[in-house]
């Protein structure tokens, strides 16, 4: 009979990810039978074990520093920079051999549940490292007793050296990331026929897949997550959204790469402009042999463009430029005619910005100072509607440039349903 095995990677404060993960999977209905996780990842295991997705969330939405460390230990705060952050844990190494995890213990007691984790149908492993003994050590549920749990669950999650080593009967124990971080051939031992893996891409070990029949699904952060070291309740948020929001992606329910968008969305918008896109570009272009625009149109995106050729991902790629560049939150779900508003909304609100300021400055090699990428779009978007493109430029901001001609024909008149 087959088995699904959810494997849960280390990656510190990106955990959050995680229980997206398994938010999407439980709206999904799809049915875990087993669950492994190395360091973080063992203790969401945890959660998903004992099927307490409210517990998880509430832990990772209210998570701050001070649920982690002692704050006289510990006196960074989540605003500040990331080098300060590190600092304060070089500190913690240097000056106690790493900080102290026992905060760690009060989040276990207050969340473990020992009838549901012990009764679930769920089974659960683990991994550590004897830091004493210098050798993995791998937990299954049928290893694991209401005394040993805590232990090792917490062994998992030290990771040295920001933490220091956890001491299980005198023996010193650290991250299970140094043997494991993503323990799919654990799952495999425990049964697992098909595998969906959750892997956070922070440092540690991973071993290859011993079993190449088994079916391995891998999902991973499209987005950036924020530091596996940084506790931030806002961060947390986000991380949680990213996780449901990939997912859903990979099983075909919502749409988009980097920013999301509901089911069938980013077709039909690809149906209703692409047309009117492509010719308003061929317009602005007619009757010019401008050695400039010869390089540009070696360029795959407007080679294609010419060519009648615009594949979907491009263009959808440019919509998701268009989100980058007016600071769109990319951990929301859009409907993409609330999002293209957006877009026109954000572009009237942007300071224009004058030719000669950027030719000053492109001639004085001064082109950071005027990176606000909003004014280059809106620079651009000001010209099409005159007809009036200084090619020159396009080079230099081509992205820029596209966006402003999307933004152009998704307020045209011209382009209707």
């Excluded at 969401?44 to 074990?49: A, E, K, Q, R, Y």
């Excluded at 929301?332 to 999002?339: E, G, Q």
Aim: hydrophobic share 40%; aromatic share 14%; proline share 2%.
């Amino acid at each position: 009979m087959a088995k699904l095995g959810l494997v849960l990677s280390g990656g510190g404060a990106k955990g959050a990810y995680e229980i997206g993960v398994y938010l999407a999977l439980k709206k999904l209905h799809i049915k875990i039978d087993i669950v492994t996780g190395t360091s973080i990842g063992a203790i969401n295991g945890m959660f998903v074990t004992q099927k307490d997705l409210r517990g998880a969330l509430k832990l990772w939405k209210n998570i701050s520093f001070k649920t982690i460390y002692d704050e006289e230990e510990f006196l960074a705060k989540e605003d500040e920079k990331l080098s300060k952050i590190y600092m304060q844990y070089a500190k913690g190494f240097i000056n106690e051999g790493g900080l102290d995890i026992y905060k760690m213990k009060d989040i276990f007691d207050k969340y473990f549940k020992p009838h549901k984790f012990f009764s679930s149908n769920i089974d659960y492993g683990l991994v550590t490292y004897n830091f004493s003994k210098n050798k993995p050590v791998l937990k299954t549920k049928k290893d694991l007793t209401k005394d040993n749990i805590k232990d090792y669950i917490l062994a998992s999650a030290s990771c040295y050296p920001a933490f220091k080593p956890y001491l299980i009967d005198n023996e010193m124990f650290i991250d299970g990331g140094y043997y494991d971080n993503l323990p799919i051939n654990l799952a495999i031992d425990l049964g697992a026929t098909e595998i969906i893996a959750v892997d956070l891409r922070a440092i540690g070990f991973k071993k290859n897949v011993k079993d190449k029949t088994v079916d391995i699904t891998y999902i991973a952060p499209r987005n950036k997550i924020g530091s596996f070291l940084v506790f931030d309740k806002n961060q947390a948020k986000k991380s949680i959204k990213f996780g449901y929001n990939d997912t859903m992606k990979l099983f075909n329910i919502l749409d988009g790469n980097k920013f999301t968008f509901k089911k069938y969305n980013l077709i039909k918008n690809y149906n209703k402009y692409i047309d009117s896109y492509e010719k308003t570009l061929k317009d602005l272009f007619k009757n010019t042999d401008n050695k400039i625009l010869t390089k540009l149109f070696e360029t795959e995106m407007f080679k294609g463009i010419l060519n009648n050729k615009t594949l979907y991902n491009n263009f959808n790629n440019l919509i998701e430029e268009a989100g980058r560049i007016f600071n769109f939150d990319e951990a929301n779900i859009y409907n993409i005619k609330s999002y293209n508003k957006g877009l026109q909304n954000a572009l009237s609100n942007t300071e224009t910005i004058e030719l000669d300021k950027i030719a000053h400055k492109i001639k004085n090699k001064k082109i950071e100072d005027i990176i606000d990428r909003r004014k280059i779009v809106k620079y651009f978007y000001n010209q099409i509607e005159k007809d009036k493109v200084q090619y020159k430029y396009i080079l230099l901001f081509t992205n820029e440039f596209l966006v402003a001609l999307y933004i152009y024909i998704i307020k045209s008149p011209r382009s209707i349903y």
